[in-house]
T-cell receptor, first 113, second 114 residues
Framework: DVKVTQSSRYLVKRTGEKVFLECVQDMDHENMFWYRQDPGLGLRLIYFSYDVKMKEKGDIPEGYSVSREKKERFSLILESASTNQTSMYLC????????????FGEGSRLTVL | AQSVTQPDIHITVSEGASLELRCNYSYGATPYLFWYVQSPGQGLQLLLKYFSGDTLVQGIKGFEAEFKRSQSSFNLRKPSVHWSDAAEYFCAVGAGNYGQNFVFGPGTRLSVLP
């Protein structure tokens, strides 16, 4: 089965800290995504990557950056965490170009104090 | 731009009753449609998908969905709900060469009464 793994399920950080959220997929596919999920706002796309070292902004990239050094790994970086970045973060990989579904990790719940 | 609406924010049904969750989409071309389920504190799991062909698609856990182009709908159904089906359900339209325009509906939370 396809698997997307997010290394941290729960994190608590302080305002101003640098935060890394790691995501690894075993699908050997190019496309990976980071979403954040908030009550009442649904899923919003932060960044996506369609190949190694390639990245594109999604709908809400402000305050975030990403890194894709290897095909299987896509990291989300909060350079200086703020309280309004407290959220559930979901990583996904795409199973097939154009028509494929997204496969999601378990999610990382980040709390910024 | 494409969009997805799920008119029902919260639905409560009794265990054993039938279920229908509504989904309407707006998309200029033939849509790729999906239903996902999310249990509390978990990621999203794919229930079923429609790309083309038979408009009635079967998914996991006894769910099915019907694509109706004339109504721009893709409603999810289950004939008999189990307590373990209590979760949040998301309808989505997949678009874009890289999936960057994957649009999710706001979700419908399902509660199941014993």
């Amino acid at each position: 089965d396809v698997k997307v793994t997010q290394s941290s399920r729960y994190l608590v950080k302080r305002t101003g800290e640098k935060v890394f959220l790691e995501c690894v997929q075993d699908m050997d596919h190019e496309n990976m995504f980071w979403y954040r999920q908030d009550p009442g706002l649904g899923l919003r796309l932060i960044y996506f990557s369609y190949d190694v070292k390639m990245k594109e902004k999604g709908d809400i990239p402000e305050g975030y950056s990403v890194s894709r050094e290897k095909k299987e790994r896509f990291s989300l970086i909060l350079e200086s965490a703020s309280t309004n970045q407290t959220s559930m973060y979901l990583c996904a990989g795409r199973g097939q170009a154009n028509t494929g579904e997204l496969f999601f990790g378990e999610g990382s719940r980040l709390t910024v104090l | 731009a494409q969009s997805v609406t799920q008119p029902d924010i919260h639905i409560t049904v009794s265990e054993g009753a039938s279920l229908e969750l509504r989904c309407n989409y707006s998309y200029g071309a033939t849509p790729y449609l999906f239903w996902y389920v999310q249990s509390p504190g978990q990621g999203l799991q794919l229930l079923l998908k429609y790309f083309s062909g038979d408009t009635l698609v079967q998914g996991i856990k006894g769910f099915e969905a019907e694509f109706k182009r004339s109504q721009s709908s893709f409603n999810l159904r289950k004939p008999s709900v189990h307590w373990s089906d209590a979760a949040e359900y998301f309808c989505a339209v997949g678009a874009g060469n890289y999936g960057q325009n994957f649009v999710f509906g706001p979700g419908t939370r399902l509660s199941v009464l014993p």
